[in-house]
C-alpha cells in the first residue's frame, strides 16, 4: 500500500494574482491540501478566489507574514511544503516607498524560513523574479541561474535579498529550500496597475495607453498557468539548494505588446501617451531556461498570441 496521506502545501500570497492562479492550478491536478495565507493588502483580491473558495481541501488565513504572532495559527499543522508567493510586487511603489517591500519581501521570507528550521514545513519553494539579475542590453545572451544577482530598483533588491537568505539556509542549516525565479508573467487575476491589464483595461474604456521611455524596453513573456505548472514540477522533481529559472521564450518591446492588443481589440494607436521614463528602468530581461527543460522536463506551451486572448476575455468578463 502507497502512502495515501494527503499532502498539506502552504501557499502565501494567494490572493494576488500568481498565487490564486497556482491554487487553482493545484487543486485542479493534485488532490493535496492547500491553506492560503494573505494579508490582502491593496494587491489581494477576494475574487481570484472565486473559484476555489468552498473547495474542502482549501483554508484561508488573513495573515501577514511579516508578523510572527499572526503566523503561528497559520502552524497549527506542519506542512509538506511552503510556496512562498507572497510579496509587494510593484517597482513604481517601491521607487516611492520602500518600506513595505523591505517587511513583507525580507523579514517575512525570513520569518517561514525560521518555521522550515524549526521542523514545520519538509520544504520551501521562493517565487523570485528574473528582475534580481539586474538588465540586459539588446545583444547579451539571456541570464542563467549563474548570472550575477544585480538589481536595480528597491523591489528587485528586496527579492535578491530573500534570495540571500533562503540561500544561506540552505548553506548553513541543508535546509530543503529551492528559488524559482521567472519572467514577466501575464493572465487572470493580475491587478490593473500592471502593464498588460492596464492596457487592456485602458484600451477598452478608450483611454490613453502610458508607455515609459521610448517603448523599446523588452520583457520576456510567459503565460501565468505555464509559470504554476513550473512551480508544481519543481515541487516534485526540483533539487534541494537548487534554482530554477523559468521563461517564455517570447521577448518582446513594451510597444510591441501595446499594439498588439490594440490591434486584437481593434482600438487606435492614437491611444499610445509616451510618459516619462521610469527611474533605474531595466532595458531588457532575458530567462535561459534550459536547467528546468534539461532537468526536470519543463517548458512553456501557451503561446503569447493563445495566452493575450484568454487573458482578454478574463478581463472583458470580469472588469467592472
Ligand atoms: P501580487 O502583487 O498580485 O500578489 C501578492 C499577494 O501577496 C497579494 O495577494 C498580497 O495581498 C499578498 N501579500 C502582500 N504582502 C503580504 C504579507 N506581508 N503577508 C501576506 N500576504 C501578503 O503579486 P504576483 O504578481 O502574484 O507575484 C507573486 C510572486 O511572484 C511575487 O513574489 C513576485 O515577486 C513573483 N513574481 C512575479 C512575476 C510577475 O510577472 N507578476 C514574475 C516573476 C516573479
Known amino acids: 500500500m502507497g502512502d495515501y496521506r494527503q499532502k498539506e502545501i502552504l501557499v502565501t500570497g494567494g490572493a494576488g494574482f500568481i498565487g490564486s492562479n497556482f491554487i487553482e492550478y493545484m487543486l485542479n491536478h493534485t488532490s493535496y491540501n492547500i491553506t492560503n495565507v494573505d494579508k490582502l493588502t491593496y494587491a489581494g483580491n477576494m475574487i481570484n478566489t472565486k473559484s476555489f473558495y468552498t473547495n474542502s481541501r482549501y483554508r484561508f488565513f488573513q495573515c501577514d507574514i511579516a508578523n510572527n504572532e499572526q503566523l503561528k495559527g497559520v502552524f497549527d499543522k506542519n506542512y509538506d511544503a511552503i510556496i512562498n508567493f507572497a510579496a509587494e510586487t510593484h517597482v513604481d511603489r517601491s521607487i516611492k516607498n520602500?518600506?513595505?517591500?523591505?517587511?513583507?519581501?525580507?523579514?517575512?521570507?525570513?520569518?517561514?524560513?525560521?518555521?522550515?528550521?524549526?521542523?514545520?514545513?519538509?520544504q520551501f519553494i521562493q517565487i523570485s523574479t528574473d528582475e534580481v539579475y539586474g538588465s540586459l542590453n539588446e545583444i547579451e545572451p539571456s541570464f542563467t541561474e549563474n548570472s550575477p544577482l544585480s538589481p536595480n530598483n528597491p523591489y528587485s533588491a528586496s527579492k535578491a535579498s530573500a534570495d540571500l537568505l533562503v540561500r544561506s539556509y540552505y548553506q548553513t542549516y541543508h535546509l530543503p529550500v529551492m528559488i524559482t525565479r521567472c519572467s514577466n508573467n501575464f493572465g487572470p487575476h493580475q491587478h490593473t496597475e500592471k502593464f498588460i491589464p492596464k492596457i487592456i483595461h485602458h484600451a477598452l474604456q478608450d483611454k490613453d495607453i502610458p508607455l515609459y521611455g521610448d517603448g523599446k524596453n523588452?520583457?520576456?513573456?510567459?503565460?501565468?498557468?505555464?509559470?504554476?505548472?513550473a512551480i508544481y514540477m519543481v515541487l516534485e522533481h526540483g533539487k534541494p539548494g537548487e534554482i530554477y529559472n523559468?521563461?517564455?521564450?517570447?521577448?518582446?518591446?513594451?510597444?510591441e505588446v501595446i499594439l498588439f492588443i490594440l490591434d486584437i481589440l481593434g482600438k487606435s494607436t492614437d491611444l499610445i501617451r509616451y510618459v516619462t521614463d521610469r527611474k533605474g528602468h531595466d532595458r531588457r530581461y532575458s530567462i535561459n531556461y534550459e536547467k528546468i527543460n534539461y532537468q526536470i522536463g519543463w517548458r512553456p506551451t501557451v503561446s503569447f498570441e493563445d495566452g493575450i486572448e484568454q487573458t482578454i476575455a478574463w478581463y472583458k468578463n470580469n472588469l467592472g
Open 218 to 229: 523588452i520583457r520576456d513573456w510567459l503565460y501565468v498557468e505555464d509559470h504554476c505548472r
Open 98 to 122: 520602500a518600506a513595505p517591500f523591505i517587511e513583507t519581501n525580507i523579514k517575512g521570507t525570513f520569518n517561514l524560513l525560521n518555521y522550515v528550521l524549526h521542523g514545520k514545513a519538509d
Open 246 to 255: 523559468i521563461g517564455g521564450a517570447c521577448e518582446k518591446t513594451n510597444k
